[in-house]
T-cell receptor, first 114, second 116 residues
C-alpha cells in the first residue's frame, strides 16, 4: 500500500474564507481522488485529480468551489473556497497506484466552518 | 436506485464471536470490483478486502473473508473471532469498469460495536 499524508489534519475556519488541503504520497500513483464525508454520512467523490490537466468533477461539484491541482504524480491539493457551515466535513484524498488495485486513503482533514 | 446497499445501520456483537456485515449491489457492468473499508473513530479509511467479479474463489485476508454470491449480487463481509479493536464503521464499495471512469461508489455503512 502507499503511504499518504494530508495537511492540515484539522482546521476551524470562518465562513467566506478558503482552505487548501494538501495530499502527499510516498510513491508515484496513476490516480488521485478527493472525497467529502459530511457528518454521519458516507463518502462522496468530489473529483478525480488528473496530472497535468484539469480535474474531472462529479455531478454537484464545480471547479470554482473546489479547485484542484495536481502538479506531479505524488502531490495534489484541494481548495474549499468561500466556505459556509455546510462545508464542514472530513475531506479525504485517495490514490490508486495501478489499475484494478484498491484505493488507499489518506488520514483525512476534519474541517469545521463557523 | 442505490448501487450499494448496506441494510444494517448498527450492529452489536460479543467479543470473539463471528460477525457478518451485509452488502448488496446493483450493476449491469460484467466487470466490477467490490471492496470493504473500515473507518475507526479517527476517521481514516482502511482497506480490508477486495473481490473481483470474475474471481472464482471468495477473497480472504486474515480474519476477514468476503462471502461473494454473484447471482444474488451480494458481497457480505465476515469477520471471524471479533476483537474490541474491530469496533468501527464499515463501508462496502463498488468500482465498475464504466468505460475507464473507474470510481468507487460507497454504501451508507454499518457501525459495528464489539461488546467485551
Amino acid at each position: 500500500s502507499a503511504v499518504i499524508s494530508q495537511k492540515p489534519s484539522r482546521d476551524i475556519c470562518q465562513r467566506g474564507t478558503s482552505l487548501t488541503i494538501q495530499c502527499q504520497v510516498d510513491s508515484q500513483v496513476t490516480m488521485m481522488f478527493w472525497y467529502r464525508q459530511q457528518p454521519g454520512q458516507s463518502l462522496t467523490l468530489i473529483a478525480t485529480a488528473n496530472q497535468g490537466s484539469e480535474a474531472t468533477y462529479e455531478s454537484g461539484f464545480v471547479i470554482d468551489k473546489f479547485p484542484i491541482s495536481r502538479p506531479n504524480l505524488t502531490f495534489s491539493t484541494l481548495t474549499v473556497s468561500n466556505m459556509s457551515p455546510e462545508d464542514s466535513s472530513i475531506y479525504l484524498c485517495s490514490v490508486e497506484r495501478f489499475q484494478k488495485e484498491a484505493q488507499y486513503f489518506g488520514p483525512g482533514t476534519r474541517l469545521l466552518v463557523l | 436506485a442505490q448501487k450499494i446497499t448496506q441494510t444494517q445501520p448498527g450492529m452489536f456483537v460479543q467479543e470473539k464471536e463471528a460477525v457478518t456485515l451485509d452488502c448488496t449491489y446493483d450493476t449491469s457492468d460484467p466487470s466490477y470490483g467490490l471492496f470493504w473499508y473500515k473507518q475507526p473513530s479517527s476517521g481514516e479509511m482502511i482497506f480490508l478486502i477486495y473481490q473481483g467479479s470474475y474471481d472464482q474463489q471468495n477473497a480472504t485476508e486474515g480474519r476477514y473473508s468476503l462471502n461473494f454470491q454473484k447471482a444474488r449480487k451480494s458481497a457480505n463481509l465476515v469477520i471471524s473471532a471479533s476483537q474490541l479493536g474491530d469496533s468501527a464503521m464499515y463501508f462496502c464499495a463498488m468500482r465498475e469498469a464504466n468505460f475507464g471512469n473507474e470510481k468507487l461508489t460507497f454504501g451508507t455503512g454499518t457501525r459495528l460495536t464489539i461488546i467485551p
